[in-house]
């Protein structure tokens, strides 16, 4: 995968869990996170590095810097065990875009 | 409410072509920039092809480029996805995603369908 992202995270409730994503990349290019609950589509949770869709609760927050992205899920849930996954353009100005291996969540 | 409905997959030989479909509604379906992605059985997301609100601008990932074709019908809220000389490698649940943005094309996608199912097997 052109970004990396480890493979899983766990944390207990209420904690704060990260996921991080790097590639080469993300230096000229925005991050978004999605979202998938096992045996459901994809939601996006954060794009364009930081801004939430409207329904996305404010636990959620992204950053980026150089090469590297980070999601944050502060006070988490149980509802919110899932795989995380990063996305962005391949390279600037091109048409295509990639996906990060993905992270699972397990929430202890 | 946005809705997004896939439909067109099954079992195919190798070799063989398929078209998949979505249908929109629930949303001005010619503001918007569309995605296809794919997800193989078990395995993580991949991208495979976008187009721009009105036809002008298409990508594709490299695995499916020369193979794959993506198009929309305004008229019809559609947007399809041509499938040709399918590999077993191409097997994945396919799913139809809406763009936040009509142009230029994006893939920053808020809404998704449930996908269709492609098998691509002897």
């Known amino acids: 995968h052109v970004l990396t992202q480890p493979p899983s995270v766990s944390v207990a409730p209420g904690q704060t869990a990260r996921f991080a994503c790097g590639g080469n990349?993300?230096?000229?290019?925005?991050v978004n996170w999605y979202q998938q609950r096992p045996g459901q589509a994809p939601v996006l949770v954060v794009y364009?590095?930081?801004d939430r869709p409207s329904g996305i609760p404010e636990r959620f927050s992204g950053s980026h810097s150089g090469n590297t992205a980070t999601l944050t899920i502060s006070r988490v849930e149980p509802g919110d065990e899932a795989d995380y996954y990063c996305q962005a353009r391949e390279n600037t100005g091109v048409l295509k875009w990639v996906f990060g291996g993905g992270t699972k969540l397990t929430v202890l | 409410e946005v809705q997004l409905v896939e439909s067109g997959g099954g079992l195919v030989p190798p070799g063989k072509s398929l078209r998949l479909s979505c249908a929109a509604s629930?949303?001005?379906?010619?503001?918007?920039?569309m995605s296809w992605v794919r997800q193989r059985p078990g395995q993580g997301l991949e991208w495979v092809a976008g187009?721009?609100?009105?036809?002008?601008?298409?990508g594709y990932a490299d695995s499916v480029k020369g193979r794959f074709t993506i198009s929309r019908d305004n008229a019809k809220n559609s947007l399809f996805l041509v499938m040709n000389s399918l590999r077993p490698e191409d097997t994945a649940l396919y799913y139809c995603?809406?763009?936040?943005?009509?142009?230029?094309?994006?893939?920053?996608?808020?809404?998704w369908g449930q996908g269709t199912l492609v098998t691509v097997s002897s």
């Open positions: 187009i721009n609100w009105d036809s002008d601008e298409t």
């Open positions: 995603a809406k763009d936040m943005g009509g142009d230029p094309l994006d893939a920053l996608l808020d809404h």
């Open positions: 629930g949303f001005i379906f010619d503001d918007f920039a």
């Open positions: 364009d590095d930081t």
């Open positions: 990349n993300l230096g000229g290019n925005t």
